[in-house]
């Protein structure tokens, strides 16, 4: 999760909603990626997004079957939908997002839909710094507006 926070670090550096996720196979790290929706102009350029594109073109197949997800928070319906996808069998999260987050924050895609893959999720708040970070980073965006 630390490398997950650190990613999301790098987004807020870059101006981007601080948002960062890192890719585990055989508890090695294999891939990293952070927001990037304003760098590239780019909606579909989560975190998560980006890191399944990558990793899915490097290992030659869209099914992530071994990978277990650390993402600093939970994913957007867009992102739990790539996940669910790419079959990715478990997401660690950093806080749950009780108004977009679709891994049961706010909504749970495999029992609303009755999809047949099945994501295991747990939380890993990192002492909660996930979460003030990204209060930190919304109440000084809403101060400048």
Not at 5 to 22: D, H, Q, S, T, Y
Not at 72 to 86: D, R, S
Not at 112 to 140: G, I
Request: proline letters at 4%.
């Amino acid at each position: 999760m630390r490398c997950a926070f650190n990613e999301a670090l790098k987004a807020w550096r870059k101006g981007e909603i601080p948002i960062g996720a890192v890719a585990v196979i055989d508890e090695k790290l294999v891939a990293r990626a952070h927001n990037a929706v304003e760098t590239n102009h780019d909606p579909t350029a989560h975190a998560e997004m980006q890191l399944i594109r990558e990793l899915s073109q490097r290992k030659g197949d869209w099914r992530l079957t071994d990978v277990t997800l650390y993402v600093n928070k939970e994913p957007c319906p867009m992102c739990a939908g790539a996940i669910y996808k790419a079959r990715i069998p478990k997401v660690v999260i950093g806080v749950v997002d009780d108004k977009q987050g679709c891994l049961g924050g706010c909504l749970c895609l495999h029992t609303t839909l009755r999809l047949y893959h099945r994501v295991s999720v747990e939380v890993e708040p990192l002492e909660d710094a996930c979460e003030r970070m990204l209060k930190t980073f919304f109440e000084l965006r809403r101060q400048r507006a």
